[in-house]
């Protein structure tokens, strides 16, 4: 069972529609992250926050929009998405290296399936 | 030269083998890495960290070759359950992760 919960595990959205992905841990990690997973690829970056502050933002288009409302929560706000959006997207999750002494792995929620019509 | 390189594979073999796959990378720097498995639509699962000199848990082995700068994972008496994709996995400054291409395992009865 991953300690990394998503919702909701399968989402089918019109392109003009607005809805929202979420994930949670408690497991007092301070950074989370959002993955795109495209099938029989590997998943690619889209955000990384830090503290609850967005660290990264890998160039991805303003239909998507991250938040972080407290250590344990992250969302996904989808607006206005085209069909190549379809696909797979992970949340992750992971202590931050500066707290513990060695680099630390990211533990994945098990996603949101996304299909754009 | 893409900075973590793994054979896509499929590597097809019997219960009982031993498999081993290699993953390279680019960044003569890199410190860490893991080895993650995935399942057919489900999510990366952390399998093995891998340090400067490598490690063992169970039937799973990683080494780590920094001269070559290459690591690889050794699977022993191969079950139907480890039948997935392999992602080779590079820790970056900041917290990030870079992703091989993944290879993909089969093993049969």
């Known amino acids: 069972d991953t300690e990394v919960t998503q919702t909701p595990k399968h989402l089918v959205m019109g392109m003009t529609n607005k809805k929202s992905l979420k994930c949670e841990q408690h497991?007092?990690?301070?950074?989370m992250y959002w993955y795109k997973q495209k099938a029989k690829k590997p998943p690619e970056l889209m955000f990384v926050?830090?503290?609850?502050?967005?660290?990264i933002n890998e160039s991805v288009p303003s239909r998507f929009s991250p938040e972080c409302p407290n250590s344990s929560l992250l969302n996904l706000h989808l607006h206005a998405l085209q069909p190549e959006d379809s696909a797979l997207y992970l949340c992750?999750?992971?202590?931050?290296?500066?707290?513990?002494?060695?680099?630390?792995?990211?533990?994945f929620g098990d996603g949101t399936r996304l299909s754009i019509l | 030269r893409k900075e973590v390189e793994q054979d896509p594979g499929p590597f097809n073999v019997p219960e009982g083998a031993t498999v081993a796959f290699n993953c390279t990378y680019s960044?003569?720097?890199?410190?860490?890495f893991f080895w993650y498995r995935q399942d057919c639509r489900k999510e990366p699962k952390l399998l093995m960290s891998?340090?400067?000199s490598g490690n063992e848990d169970g039937r799973f082995t990683a080494q780590l070759n920094r001269a070559s700068q290459y690591i690889s994972l050794l699977i022993r008496d191969s079950k139907l359950s480890d039948s997935a994709t392999y992602l080779c996995?590079?820790?970056?400054?900041?917290?990030?992760?870079?992703f091989g291409g993944g290879t993909r395992l089969m093993v049969k009865p």
């Open positions: 992750a999750s992971s202590q931050m290296t500066g707290e513990v002494m060695r680099n630390q792995p990211q533990h």
């Open positions: 497991m007092g990690h301070r950074a």
């Open positions: 926050y830090s503290y609850e502050k967005l660290s």
């Open positions: 960044n003569s720097a890199s410190q860490s």
């Open positions: 891998v340090y400067s």
């Open positions: 996995v590079r820790y970056n400054a900041g917290n990030m992760l870079t």
